[in-house]
């Protein structure tokens, strides 16, 4: 049975009918053609399908659509503007924090919401909050540098 | 806009399009009238197919083609068996299931949905058998069999030929090396040391699961959009699977989400391809984490090392017995085999060798190329040896490793002539880094000043290793200069993430003195791109970055032939410096030639450069390495003698990078190398339970994460220029992986003076080790 639900998508409303069972990142990807956050683990703990609903960093792989409804959720695809990358995409680049790509939506994503959270983080915060998202080519240094130079510590 | 340059970090090339989420992977792909695969897997680790019925799986609506036995035996256009280097693996099972998730059939529907209903009503019979789950079990004298006999293919690898599966019995291949006297060799030694190491079954785990889309045209045309570091080889597997020419298959790679080994030769695609051909539609196949956990892993392994030592700490003689469980299918595993053979010496001069190792056929999952490619298997006995022998002859481990170690123009193990050799310089790196023999050590290794409270002790330890590369192997390239003097870069190798886009660009830039901006690098097409064997091996830099250089140098030499020939300047006083042609009263763009070349604006100039190496090296030595990989790691580890609890303080990771072409992609790599490395280290292993894995998801499976990380890694790019690489440049991609582990089992035994001879270092192991030393009294 196919439910109508209302998302405010990086700042577009949207209406879409999705099915109870459809996931977050299904909705996101398949029907909004927003392919940034990928499906990696499909069980809530690689972070590679992190989207920002309402703010806060949820596995979109694990998430109901039809809970979702209502909410403002932010991709990868809405994070910049058209003529500017985010701080969090620019230091990823200058501090390689990416090599295959598959996992950084997710950790630009959790980062945000960290800084938003906590403009300031300890490394150790940064640890614990970004302790759900798995680079496996390995870029975790990289990764702590960046973020650590958009917090300016 | 800057000139491109080798030697400086430029901003990678993927980057802008992966910060925002607009690169496509093949999960973001589809193509019209596509259609959705899943497979059938055998829930035994051994058993006879009895029957098969899958017509109710027909009529299940939106079910477009079932793919069984019957489809690949009875078509006259399938070749049933492939295989890389044995043809021993059809696309469904044809007799038997040899493993657990071994393919059995398989659906395309036009949902997913169908598809994973029509699976259910399946029906197979099974007749279990039994089934050898290790390799003790395998070659037991009257164990059953894996495979009763084994195709050979017409034509296969050049370095794997002498390579055969005993008839009879599991064992897959068998590759000996032998070297002076074994009985003199020993016979001299003042010391010998006899040790039995293991390492567990562990997988890729890359984010992105191997995927598939699929499409055959009525013509019998064939593409496909895999997820594959090797196109060309798949492109060669398809043919000779489908009965076409290479010409009629299409292979095409998007970016990868990590590669790592796990996705070299042929995994998904010839089902994918089969079930399109079935459906008359194109398939896109993606496999679940699950199945990724039955397709490949990297080889467990038994590793028995015997050798003979001098009181002075030189190595006189070494008897080495490597055990690979290669699982149900050879896959690469006779490579793998053969590699840990040649590396049992390890990076050190021994005259007496015999070394045998053999891939050995299982009932588990298919084992294959995992970065370090059997060298992390060799290497973990060779380095820990090492430390047993140093600890026993009271030699600083570093010093042993030095005084053993090669120095260039030493002969390796095959009695090749050794070229580029910075061993002892990332011996020196890693022990600056981590500040070797700055601790006071007590007797059992612990040290106190250090101590963290009295439960609380730490160590250090170091290691090393020596790889070779895939030889003989080809690469080609092809630039195009285009009538703006932009260039357009098309090689197949497939980034992955190891930034080999940038490196390309940043080759070819340099010789033509024209910005990165300028210049695209075109995603790999079979169809566009000229052949190139592998993006494996990490081979990229130094064999398609060679290419490309030549490329580069072939359009300088055509712009040259054009402006002797428009302008009447003698070819010998044109040169070229800063992207621009210099002439003895004149100095022209490149498009200004481009145009006094076609007449107008447009024209293309094609540049086209190939490397292929040889069996035989420039001393005229067989030759089984083009270049060589040489690295050095150490660690400073934390155990808590209470608990056993185990915490990697520091680590430094050098590397002979030969020139470092971007010195931020030489870090990443070293520093993701090693933090793969800690993760097979401390905790990575495959549990399985009668052939099962028991782990096979992200939960249960742990990776290593932002809290694993030890307080520093310290990448340290050595360089010792290779004369054949491209500006001296070597490989680099595996080699800061090896170490990692032997070097922190190292530190461990500096520490609390215990020897974990198993992998993963598990706390409670070095807990019962800990108490078993305390039992006997020590």
Known sequence: MKKQIHLRVNDMDRRLEVEARTTLLDAVREQLGLTGAKLGCDMQVCGACTLLLDGKPVSACSFLAVDADGAEILTIEGLSGTSALHPLQEAFMEFGALQCGYCTSGFILTAKALLDEQPRPSEEQIKDYLGGNFCRCGCYQEIMEAVKKVAGC | ?778
Not at chain 2, 725 to 730: D, I
Request: net charge neutral; glycine share 8%.
């Open chain 2, 1 to 778: 806009m800057e000139p491109a340059a080798i030697g400086k970090t430029f901003r990678r090339l993927d980057y802008e399009t992966k910060v925002t989420g607009r690169a496509q992977y093949l999960a973001d792909m589809s193509v019209p009238g596509m259609c959705h695969g899943k497979i059938l897997r055998s829930p035994y680790p051994h058993a006879r197919i009895i029957r098969i019925d899958a017509s109710k799986a027909r009529a299940v609506p939106g079910v477009v083609a079932v793919l069984t036995r019957d489809d690949i035996l009875h078509d006259e256009g399938i070749e049933p068996f492939y295989g890389p280097v044995f043809k021993d693996q059809t696309i469904v099972a044809v007799e038997k299931v040899r493993h657990v998730g071994d393919p059995v059939a398989a659906v395309a529907a036009l949902t997913v949905d169908a598809a994973e209903e029509a699976l259910r009503s399946i029906e197979v019979d099974y007749e279990e058998l039994p089934a050898v789950l290790s390799v003790d079990d395998a070659l037991k004298p009257g164990a059953p069999l894996v495979h009763e006999s084994v195709k050979l293919p017409a034509s296969g690898f050049a370095d794997l030929a002498e390579l055969k599966p005993i008839e009879g019995t599991n064992v897959c291949t068998h590759f000996r090396l032998n070297r002076g006297d074994i009985q003199k060799g020993f016979a001299a030694a003042d010391r010998i040391f006899e040790d039995t190491f293991t390492l567990p079954a562990t997988q890729h785990s890359f984010l992105e699961t191997h995927a598939c889309i699929a499409s055959v045209e009525p013509g019998g045309r064939i593409t496909v959009w895999a997820t594959t570091q090797n196109p060309f080889v798949v492109r060669t597997q398809l043919a000779n699977i489908f009965k076409v020419p290479v010409s009629k298959v299409r292979v095409i790679v998007p970016y990868l989400g990590g590669g790592y080994g796990g996705k070299v030769y042929p995994k998904v695609e010839p089902i994918t391809v089969a079930l399109a051909q079935k459906a008359g539609r194109p398939v896109r196949l993606m496999l679940t984490r699950e199945e990724v956990f039955y397709t490949i892993t990297k080889h467990a392994a038994v590793i028995k090392m015997k050798t003979g030592v001098k009181s002075d700490g030189t190595l006189v003689a070494r008897e080495c017995e490597i055990h690979l469980d290669t699982g149900a299918y050879a896959e690469i595993g006779p490579r793998v085999a053969k590699k840990s053979g040649y590396t049992a010496a390890g990076p050190y001069r021994i005259p007496n060798l015999k070394i045998d190792s053999y891939s050995v056929y299982t009932n588990k999952p298919p084992a294959g190329a995992f970065r370090g490619f059997g060298v992390s298997q060799s290497a973990w006995a060779v380095e820990s040896q090492m430390d047993i022998i140093a600890a026993a002859l009271k030699i600083d481990p570093l010093a042993l490793r030095k005084q053993n170690g090669y120095d260039e123009g030493d002969k390796f193990v095959t009695e090749e002539t050794l070229r580029a050799v910075g061993l002892k310089q990332c011996l020196d790196e890693v022990a600056r880094s981590i500040g070797w023999g700055r601790m006071e050590q007590s007797s059992n290794g612990a040290v106190e000043q250090w101590s963290r409270g009295k439960n609380i002790k730490r160590g250090k330890g170091i290691a090393c290793m020596i790889k070779a590369t895939i030889t003989p192997s080809i690469s080609s390239a092809v630039v195009k200069l285009n009538e703006d003097a932009s260039l357009s870069i098309y090689t197949g190798t497939v980034e992955m993430g190891q930034g080999s886009e940038t490196v390309m660009a940043q080759i070819a830039g340099q010789e033509l003195g024209i910005p990165l901006e300028t210049i695209q690098v075109l995603g790999v097409d079979t169809d566009v791109v000229p052949y190139d064997l592998t993006t494996s091996s990490s081979r990229s830099t130094f064999h398609m970055g060679k290419a490309v250089q030549l490329a580069a140098r072939d359009i300088l030499s055509q712009l040259k032939q054009i402006v002797a020939k428009e302008y009447g300047v003698p070819e010998d006083q044109v040169t070229f410096a800063d992207g621009k042609i210099r002439l003895p009263e004149a100095q022209l763009n490149y498009s200004d030639v481009m145009f006094k070349r076609f007449g107008m604006q447009g024209g293309t100039l094609v540049g086209e450069g190939q490397v292929k190496t040889s069996t035989k090296n420039e001393f005229g030595e067989k030759s089984t390495s083009a270049f060589w990989f040489l690295a050095a790691g150490a660690a400073e580890v934390e155990v808590d003698v209470e608990t056993g609890k185990l915490s990697l303080v520091k680590y430094a990771a050098a590397v002979d990078v030969g020139k470092a072409i971007n010195p931020l992609g030489c870090r990443q790599q070293l520093n993701g190398a090693a933090i793969t490395g800690i993760g097979q280290a401390l905790f990575e292993e495959i549990a399985y339970d009668n052939g099962q894995p028991i782990n096979p998801n992200l939960v249960d499976y742990v990776l290593p994460s932002l809290g694993d990380m030890p307080e520093s890694i310290d990448p340290i790019s050595v360089e010792t220029p290779d004369p054949n690489g491209p500006f001296g440049a070597k490989g680099i991609g595996e080699s800061a992986l090896i170490p990692v582990a032997p070097a922190i089992a190292n530190a461990v035994f500096d520490a609390v003076g215990v020897r974990i001879k198993d992998l993963p270092i598990k706390a409670e192991k070095i807990f019962l080790a800990l108490e078993e030393m305390k039992a006997k009294g020590r």
